[in-house]
């Protein structure tokens, strides 16, 4: 049967963290939306380390709650500990990171879904696409009940075809104990979309009462935590929010008893375990084809690739404050579980340990990016967009921001507006996007802050400040929000202004913070704006020279993302281009020239010849 007559404007495949910010973007954009998920009591799931942020995907964090995500409000009032990384570092790759109550995360969140306007929650697993036309029009679904939709956003995480795997043992699942999504990768194939495998796995998690934390050193949290949303500009009742039903959310002050993580490492016993046993795990054995992530090895991995190193670091951290299970962080693996044993009891403080899950691997269908254009619609199957694992990404953080942007462009698709597109210097979303549609990946991907080419533009406070146009033009966020962001941007310039043109002693007030770099004092009236604006004043007249420097190159770079390249272009007859270099944008069809010059294996001898034959086609046109 057909659920609706008239279309939903957006459906939602899947409710990872790529979905729910997916849904939840389209929905507060006021589409009528409509989020599939096999299970709705693993909505936003925290399926390996219930920890969000990091290097890089702090400030990514931060940029979705500047663009009207959900991610950073719901880390500030479940998380169990914050903390901030690179701190002995530069401001611009200070990352914040917090370790949340795993179920706590998932259940606000999940009640946030229910609460919001536009949008309908549905449990049933979806089987295949529909299409017609070239163009995907709904779902098929294993109740027989078919979905019609104007767009629709894949998010299915590690379920395409998802297989579990313990050493020998394997068991079909993108999750342990979820199902595995079987058929409908043969629906993407139908349109053409070319499918690989990736790996990606998750260690064995613990009885707290069973580690003994005597002689472990302890991590605690930061005194003064770094939240991820934006609490200065937006409404104080968006904490908790209380419902005309009445209804409150979950959740606490952000910050409030924080628990504490635990460090140990791994033991020469630990090392001949893991080596006696290669064979058998299912990494080394060939049993698994898909490839890993390089970045987030497993142990397997790190005693075979770092062999000199004598042991390895692993953090025991806790899951949530109702509950005594514990995740080793650093002991992903996919070993038979008797070796599990072994190895984790060869570890300090975890000689008696209790295995409550054991670690496993998982390997799973992923469609390569490059087939997406930069707004992540399908090259191959319009208003079909794709979000999160599927895209070949790892991490949450990655994953839910591709959600939001995926969102927000097929409800702008619907409308026949142009897509929000974050450009490469407005922020690590801009990245993360363009490296995928251009460059592609063949491993797990995994932002970090050198693949920034203009990271000092990008430190964490600054992300809604970077991004504010783009939310004012799509409305992404409230009117009030947008005014009192405004507002701060305009204190902002007032006090960088001021402060590099008013004297203060033998020279200017700037002067005086650069050099001494130790602000021992500060003009009254700036002590007394609020510690956001102060940070960010700060931020830009320390740096500013390497500020000025980074925008002037940001300038110089700027004509060739506007060089549009004609869609029907042949490349393989302009006179002079390499074969590798026509193929290759014959296949990934860059939009301009700046798209064009990332592709691997376009050199700039190519990206020279196509300019002018661009320029050529220009003046044909204009002569004609």
Not at 4 to 10: E, L
Not at 145 to 172: A, D, P, S, W, Y
Not at 181 to 205: C, D, F, H, M, V
Request: glycine share 8%; charged share 25%; hydrophobic share 35%.
């Amino acid at each position: 049967m057909i659920y609706n007559k008239n279309p939903f404007d957006v459906i939602v495949c899947g409710a990872g963290h790529a979905g729910v910010e997916a849904c939840l973007a389209a929905a507060r954009m006021g589409a009528s939306t409509l989020l599939l998920t096999g299970n709705i009591d693993t909505i936003a799931q925290m399926s390996c380390n219930p920890a969000i942020g990091g290097q890089a995907k702090g400030q990514m964090v931060r940029e979705i709650d500047a663009l009207g995500g959900e991610m950073a409000i719901n880390t500030d009032v479940t998380a169990i500990q914050f903390r901030l990384l690179n701190e002995s570092k530069g401001p611009a790759v200070r990352s914040p990171r917090a370790q949340c109550d795993k179920k706590a995360y998932q259940f606000r969140l999940k009640h946030t879904l229910e609460l919001q306007k536009n949008l309908q929650i549905f449990q049933v697993t979806v089987t295949g696409l529909i299409y017609k036309n070239g163009r995907v029009i709904g779902c098929q679904t294993n109740l027989d009940i078919e979905f019609m939709g104007r767009t629709v956003v894949v998010t299915t995480g590690t379920f395409l075809r998802g297989l579990m795997h313990v050493g020998q043992n394997k068991n079909e699942g993108g999750r342990l104990g979820d199902f595995s999504a079987k058929t409908l990768s043969a629906s993407l194939l139908e349109a053409g979309i070319e499918l690989q495998r990736l790996k990606t796995g998750t260690p064995p998690r613990l009885l707290g009462r069973s580690i003994n934390f005597t002689g472990l050193q302890e991590q605690k949290g930061d005194a003064k935590p770094t939240l991820f949303a934006f609490h200065d500009t937006r409404d104080p009742k968006d904490l908790f929010h209380v419902e005309q039903t009445g209804e409150r959310r979950l959740g606490w002050s952000p910050g409030s008893e924080q628990a504490s993580c635990w460090m140990t490492y791994t033991t020469s016993a630990s090392e001949k375990i893991v080596r006696d046993n290669l064979h058998k795990s299912a990494m080394y054995s060939g049993e698994i084809e898909g490839v890993g992530p390089r970045y987030c090895p497993s142990i397997e991995d790190k005693f075979v690739r770092f062999a000199d190193k004598p042991r390895h670091l692993l953090f025991l951290e806790p899951e949530g404050r109702s509950t005594n299970e514990y995740y080793i962080n650093g002991l992903s693996t996919s070993l038979p579980f008797e070796v599990q044993l072994d190895l984790v009891h060869s570890i300090p403080g975890l000689e008696q340990a209790v295995l409550l899950r054991p670690a496993y691997a998982v390997e799973y269908d992923f469609a390569p990016p490059t087939q997406l254009l930069p707004s992540l619609e399908s090259r191959k199957a319009e208003n079909l967009f794709l979000a999160g694992q599927i895209n070949g990404t790892s991490g949450y953080e990655d994953a839910a921001a591709q959600g939001l942007i995926a969102g927000v462009n097929a409800v702008l698709k619907v409308r026949v507006e142009d897509p929000l597109i974050i450009q490469r210097h407005e922020g690590y979303i801009g990245v993360l996007i363009d490296d995928l549609v251009t460059k592609g990946t063949i491993e797990p991907y995994r932002m970090f802050t050198s693949r920034a080419e203009h990271r000092l533009l990008f430190n964490h406070g600054s992300a809604e400040l970077r991004l504010v146009e783009h939310t004012k033009s799509h409305k992404l966020l409230s009117n009030n929000r947008i005014d009192n962001i405004l507002r701060k941007l305009n204190r902002v310039h007032y006090w960088q202004n001021y402060l590099e043109n008013t004297r203060s002693g033998p020279g200017v007030w700037a002067e005086g913070i650069r050099r001494d770099k130790e602000i021992a004092k500060l003009p009254s009236e700036l002590e007394a704006e609020t510690s956001e604006i102060r940070e960010e004043v700060l931020y830009r007249v320390i740096y500013a020279g390497y500020l000025e420097r980074e925008l002037r190159q940001v300038e110089k770079l700027k004509h060739v993302e506007k060089i549009r390249i004609p869609l029907a272009m042949d490349y393989a007859a302009i006179p002079g281009m390499r074969r590798e270099s026509a193929l290759k944008l014959a296949q990934f069809r860059p939009q301009n020239l700046g798209q064009a010059s990332r592709i691997s294996g376009v050199n700039p001898a190519d990206i020279s010849i196509l300019m002018v034959q661009i320029a050529a086609q220009h003046r044909t046109m204009e002569a004609s």
